[in-house]
């Protein structure tokens, strides 16, 4: 019966049923109402679509923050303490390679903006940094590079060096000028392994070549990952009052940054953590020292 | 960042207590308390090769065990250390005293020449320890023979640290064992079934 009727227009159909007895109406009422809700859903497939995504979207939905864990559990250190530790843990490593590092873990969304910036410690931080910056010969800005500190300024001289494999530099920075001249160079192949390619995008193609030259003299690029800012902070030969100074520092930096970001975005620090180049991390507790921590004098040198 | 139990349990029973506790943890006399017979120490050196053999092991493990130690308990102690690629160079320790050697140092010091050893200043006299075919516990006790080294008994919380760590590591090994008894019951029976199924298919060919 079901299959004679659907072969009919709607309207036909209703005016079939109502046709039919009242006795047989009874057994006719489910069978119909569970063809058409087969039909409904076959021949609706915005309404499937819809249902699918709700699904999908439910499972994939996780926290939208990341973990806070309880810092009832873990020991925290006073700075001194962890510096007596890490001083420990670094006896007889090269003094040239070892460092202070600081982790900053963040409370912040698992999207959204990250902190990435520059910051200029008040002690600085790397040894020596050797700087290569290739602009026209003879210009100002040649000058200006000299003049800030860059170790090789030039441009033809520059290219044949690299391309005899003779690096003497740790960053590049180019002058828009001679861009079209070091691509034409084809350094690339070089240059490009060892990460030292000028890119606009990664700012080292600049036209202030000098004030540039300065800032990655004295500078450390740091940015968040997974809600931790990692970054060198100090060589492992600073007094405790010289690493205070420069935890202050990044700290009021960091601090800054997240302020500057959307209103409506929220980071706040949540802990911080100082470690070396070969040590453990020490969680740190904002005292400078303890009781038992031993004079300030004794944790300098190397 | 790693879980906080994680970390913590790694700081706090692996790398905190074995720098507190162990071979060379000792405080070494400084100027405010050296006595007649044992004069104050100014700082070390360590000269050993690369590679062990030739005997260059225990001054390796003497930097690995001891000296992060020795570096903890005497926190203003000045110590460097110089790997050399000279297989055939001495494995050396020079320890710098102030004004004047020890008795026991200068009846035991070898005349070892260490040409990485930065040089001693007019008020320091050095003497030297050779290290060579010799254990870092050997070592350890030259050390502490030629300095008088006072060392520093584990507190009672470090010893109940110490044993829980013991405990720790025993019950791991126990563990280890049953789950890989575990592992390999299950492996067993998925071959098992897997060769039975394998029969089947035999016998439907034939």
Same mark, same amino acid.
């Given at each position: 019966?079901?299959?004679y009727?659907?072969l009919?227009?709607?309207?036909?159909?209703?005016l079939?049923?109502?046709?039919l007895?009242?006795?047989?109406?009874?057994?006719?009422?489910?069978?119909?109402?569970?063809?058409?809700?087969?039909?409904?859903?076959?021949?609706n497939?915005?309404?499937?679509?819809?249902?699918?995504?709700?699904?999908s979207?439910?499972?994939?939905?996780?926290?939208?923050?990341?973990k806070?864990?309880?810092?009832?559990?873990?020991?925290?250190?006073?700075?001194?303490d962890?510096?007596?530790?890490l001083?420990?843990f670094?006896?007889?490593?090269?003094?040239?390679?070892s460092k202070?590092?600081?982790h900053?873990r963040?409370?912040?969304m698992k999207?959204?903006? @990250?902190?990435?910036?520059?910051?200029?410690?008040?002690?600085?931080?790397?040894?020596?940094?050797?700087?290569?910056v290739?602009?026209?010969?003879?210009?100002?800005?040649?000058?200006?590079?000299?003049?800030?500190?860059?170790v090789?300024?030039?441009?033809?001289?520059?290219?044949?060096?690299?391309?005899?494999?003779?690096? %003497?530099?740790?960053?590049?920075i180019?002058?828009?000028?001679?861009?079209?001249?070091?691509?034409?160079?084809?350094?690339?192949?070089?240059?490009?392994?060892?990460?030292?390619?000028?890119?606009?995008?990664?700012?080292?193609?600049?036209?202030?070549?000098?004030?540039?030259?300065e800032?990655?003299?004295?500078g450390t690029?740091?940015?968040?990952r997974?809600? @931790?800012?990692?970054?060198?902070?100090?060589?492992?030969a600073?007094?405790?009052?010289q690493?205070?100074?420069?935890?202050?520092?990044?700290?009021?930096?960091?601090?800054?940054?997240?302020?500057?970001?959307n209103?409506r975005i929220?980071k706040?620090?949540?802990?911080?953590?100082?470690?070396?180049?070969?040590?453990?991390?020490?969680?740190l507790?904002g005292?400078?020292?303890s009781?038992?921590?031993?004079?300030?004098?004794?944790?300098?040198?190397? | 960042m790693v879980?906080?139990?994680?970390?913590?349990?790694?700081?706090?029973t692996?790398?905190i207590?074995?720098?507190r506790?162990g071979?060379?943890?000792a405080?070494l006399?400084s100027?405010?308390?050296?006595?007649? %017979?044992?004069?104050?120490?100014?700082?070390?050196?360590?000269?050993?090769?690369?590679?062990?053999?030739g005997?260059?092991?225990?001054a390796r493990?003497?930097?690995?065990?001891?000296?992060?130690?020795?570096?903890?308990?005497?926190?203003?102690?000045?110590?460097?250390?110089?790997?050399?690629?000279?297989?055939e160079?001495?494995?050396?320790?020079?320890?710098?005293?102030?004004?004047?050697?020890?008795?026991?140092?200068?009846?035991?010091?070898?005349?070892?020449?260490?040409?990485?050893?930065?040089a001693p %200043?007019?008020?320091?006299?050095?003497?030297?320890?050779?290290?060579?075919?010799?254990?870092?516990?050997?070592?350890?006790?030259?050390?502490?023979?030629?300095t008088?080294?006072?060392?520093?008994?584990?507190?009672?919380?470090?010893e109940?640290?110490l044993?829980?760590l013991?405990?720790?590591?025993?019950?791991?090994e126990?563990?280890?064992v049953?789950?890989?008894?575990?592992?390999?019951a299950?492996?067993?029976?998925?071959?098992?079934?897997?060769?039975?199924?394998?029969?089947?298919?035999?016998?439907?060919?034939?």
């Open positions: 019966m079901a299959s009727s659907s009919m227009p709607t309207a036909a159909r209703s079939l049923s109502s046709c007895s009242p006795l047989r109406q009874g057994s006719m009422a489910p069978l119909l109402s569970s063809f058409q809700q087969v039909r409904g859903a076959k021949n497939p915005q309404a499937q679509g819809k249902k699918n995504k709700e699904k979207k439910k499972s994939k939905k996780g926290a939208r923050e990341f806070q864990r309880d810092l009832k559990d873990m020991d925290q250190f006073a700075l001194c962890a510096m007596r530790y001083r420990a670094e006896v007889g490593r090269e003094p040239a390679t202070y590092e600081i900053v963040l409370k912040t999207d959204g903006p @990250v902190i990435r910036n520059m910051l200029r410690f008040p002690h600085s931080v790397q040894t020596e940094s050797r700087i290569c290739v602009c026209p010969a003879g210009s100002r800005h040649e000058k200006e590079a000299r003049a800030a500190g860059a090789l300024v030039g441009e033809q001289e520059v290219f044949e060096n690299v391309k005899k494999g003779i690096i %003497e530099f740790d960053r590049l180019c002058h828009p000028d001679s861009l079209e001249a070091l691509n034409k160079a084809g350094l690339g192949r070089v240059l490009g392994p060892r990460g030292l390619m000028p890119s606009a995008k990664t700012g080292t193609v600049v036209e202030d070549v000098a004030s540039r030259v800032m990655l003299r004295g690029v740091y940015r968040e997974d809600a @931790v800012i990692r970054l060198p902070i100090g060589q492992l600073f007094t405790p009052e690493l205070r100074d420069n935890l202050r520092a990044t700290l009021e930096q960091i601090k800054k940054d997240a302020a500057g970001l209103d929220n706040e620090i949540y802990e911080v953590v100082l470690s070396s180049t070969h040590g453990p991390g020490f969680s507790n005292e400078f020292k009781d038992s921590s031993p004079d300030t004098a004794f944790l300098s040198g190397l | 879980n906080v139990f994680k970390r913590m349990r790694k700081l706090k692996v790398r207590i074995d720098v506790v071979t060379g943890a405080i006399p100027v405010t308390s050296a006595t007649k %017979e044992f004069p104050a120490i100014t700082r070390l050196h360590l000269t050993y090769a690369q590679k062990i053999y005997g260059h092991q225990g493990h003497f930097w690995r065990n001891c000296l992060p130690r020795l570096k903890y308990h005497n926190p203003g102690l000045q110590m460097t250390v110089k790997q050399t690629q000279e297989q160079g001495p494995a050396a320790l020079t320890i710098y005293f102030a004004e004047r050697t020890s008795n026991a140092a200068s009846l035991t010091a070898a005349k070892v020449e260490d040409k990485h050893a930065p %200043e007019s008020t320091e006299k050095t003497a030297v320890v050779d290290l060579k075919n010799l254990d870092y516990k050997e070592i350890w006790n030259k050390v502490k023979m030629m008088g080294a006072q060392e520093v008994p584990a507190t009672p919380e470090e109940a640290e044993q829980k013991e405990q720790m590591r025993q019950q791991s126990k563990d280890r049953r789950i890989a008894a575990m592992r390999q299950k492996k067993d029976q998925e071959r098992m079934l897997q060769e039975a199924r394998g029969e089947i298919e035999k016998l439907k060919q034939l």
